[in-house]
């Protein structure tokens, strides 16, 4: 076995972890991982913990496996290469950082094995280079943008549905998707809990998913979402006192209100030029042949509206048609405002969010009517 070093990083720490334990089970056989894997925690509070952790590191490394047993040693969870943060600004840490990524860029030698997970790199580190010098990197990201985001936990979630005897329509998987987000761990927490509640070879309604899995904050964003196309200003008054107090909820609520709206605004104006129907409660679907003109405009943008689901577009048109087109630009520029105001201004995060929702749904509760398009209005 060549001595190598592997680092394994990305946000999203269930796939981290999971990537590490199947690399050392690769690494080290059953028989041997008792006493063949040392594990050294690497989330620190302190310059000088971080000090005695990578020296435990080091040691651990150069230490020979019992008996002449194949060793690998886990970094695990190394929080201190982050970059930024008040541990890792600390003179005793950078020191510490520096020393390890000194003795990696050296090489290891025969027979020994390290192993890092972290769930934040600075991928632009020595460190980080060196590790792509001297080994090998399991890199999971951590700046992918919300519909890679989505679009990959979709996929996750297929694989976990089908492992464990369960299937959705497309309803139930845009409703748990929203309730419970794209973290891999708690898709497995929360697809388990399903498959208890609704047993093996289920199908899975979106009544069931409602009762059981759990909500999170942005499972309350979502509910504001749904408030908002709705013109509801009691449901979002009602969401925002849930959510009151939770840390930068009012930064999310805004980025995601923002988003929603760029979104409502492109099938509403594709509603006008009849390149969609429906949205009054019945089908809705895209028109079979669209002039080249739309196909080029829907495919510029980030994210093609006509690749959104049969149940999120049901759900977004009638949305889009409770609101006129110049409602929709002025709301957009309101959002962008909001954001502004929430990180440059004193005044309270509550008072800004009720304030700007409740200036945009006004009240209207009737489906905006036909208007005219703005040219370049986007």
Known sequence: MNGTV??????????????????????????????????????????????????????????????GAHKVTWLRDATFLAGGGRVSETIAAKEAVEKLTGWLSGGLLDGQVLVI???????????????????????????????????????????????????????????????????????????????????GSGRVTVRDVREITSVGREAEAWDLLDAFGERNPVGVLATLNRMDGQKGVGIMVATMLEKRVRELLVLREAFERKWVTGGTGGACAWAPDLPPEAEALLNALPVNPKTINAWSLKTRLPHALKYKLQELRIARFRLLELREKLVSTGLPERFLLETTLLRIIGNRTRPAGATRLVAGAR
Request: glycine residues 10%.
């Open 117 to 199: 997970t972290a769930t934040k790199v600075l991928r632009a580190s020595v460190f980080f280079k060196v590790c792509q010098k001297q080994g090998e990197i399991e890199d999971f990201g951590g700046s992918s943008k919300g519909w890679e985001l989505e679009k990959l936990a979709s996929q996750r979630l297929d694989g976990l549905l089908k492992k464990a005897g369960l299937s959705m329509d497309s309803g139930s998987h845009s409703e748990f998707l929203n309730r419970v987000g794209y973290n891999t761990r708690l898709l497995v927490q929360e697809v388990e809990k399903l498959r208890v509640y609704v047993g």
């Open 6 to 67: 592997c680092l394994i990083c990305g946000t999203d720490d269930y796939l981290v972890d999971s990537a590490a334990r199947e690399r050392i089970n690769q690494l080290v056989p059953e028989s041997e991982r008792t006493f063949g894997v040392e594990i050294i925690d690497g989330r620190k509070d302190t310059g000088d913990e971080v000090r005695k952790a990578v020296d435990a590191c080091m040691e651990a490394v150069q230490t020979p496996g019992f008996l």
